[in-house]
T-cell receptor, first 114, second 114 residues
Framework: AQTVTQSQPEMSVQEAETVTLSCTYD???????LFWYKQPPSRQMILVIRQEAYKQQNATENRFSVNFQKAAKSFSLKISDSQLGDTAMYFC???????????FGQGTRLTINP | DAGVIQSPRHEVTEMGQEVTLRCKPI?????LFWYRQTMMRGLELLIY????????DSGMPEDRFSAKMPNASFSTLKIQPSEPRDSAVYFCASRPTGENTEAFFGQGTRLTVV
């Protein structure tokens, strides 16, 4: 079974700043997949970025990048040049190879201030 | 495809009443998930199905909760009898085969039990 922990319930930064959201996970599997989802006030869940555990290179999607530390079981999300539209709940998730089960963390509420 | 469709969007019911939440997954997706979102616990996985078969219901809080998937295009989550602590947003999500695939979420059902 896998577990996901997000230790920052809330964060707040100024527009254009860089912010990093933390996520740790626990699984006994060697092959798994990690995700970050965004949930704006509309409640819609949107995939931001994903990372395969067997890849050493950190995933990047435009202003969003991850810092994947496999030994530490850490998967943080960095948002560069933050924008007002980045204001949302952010959820980290894990899925292990061979199983469709997708487990989420508690979420971090991020506010970008003008 | 219209995406994952949940109904109703909002439900207000009295304690002790039966509540049924409905979900239509994206056609062709093999896995279906039911999540509950609260401020305290984030996104909790209640149950998930693969090819209409329940695989893991360890997240179902108690016997008052039950879920069915009679066919590939429909699932229900039932709470009987409902209690005020069941108040939350309930999400349904579907996912194609593969541990690295994106899960697509419905808009959620906000349940209030008074």
């Amino acid at each position: 079974a896998q577990t996901v922990t997000q230790s920052q319930p809330e964060m707040s930064v100024q527009e254009a700043e860089t912010v990093t959201l933390s996520c740790t996970y626990d699984t006994s599997e060697n092959n798994y997949y990690l995700f970050w989802y965004k949930q704006p006030p509309s409640r819609q869940m949107i995939l931001v970025i994903r990372q395969e555990a067997y890849k050493q290179q950190n995933a990047t999607e435009n202003r969003f990048s991850v810092n994947f530390q496999k030994a530490a079981k850490s998967f943080s999300l960095k948002i560069s040049d933050s924008q007002l539209g980045d204001t949302a709940m952010y959820f980290c998730a894990c899925s292990i190879q061979g199983a469709q089960k997708l487990v989420f963390g508690q979420g971090t509420r991020l506010t970008i201030n003008p | 495809d219209a995406g994952v469709i949940q109904s109703p969007r909002h439900e207000v019911t009295e304690m002790g009443q039966e509540v049924t939440l409905r979900c239509k997954p994206i056609s062709g997706h093999n896995s279906l998930f039911w999540y509950r979102q609260t401020m305290m616990r984030g996104l909790e996985l209640l149950i998930y199905f693969n090819n209409n078969v329940p695989i893991d219901d360890s997240g179902m809080p108690e016997d008052r909760f039950s879920a069915k998937m009679p066919n590939a295009s429909f699932s229900t989550l039932k709470i009987q009898p409902s209690e005020p602590r069941d108040s939350a947003v309930y999400f349904c999500a579907s996912r194609p085969t593969g541990e690295n695939t994106e899960a697509f979420f419905g808009q959620g059902t906000r349940l209030t039990v008074v």
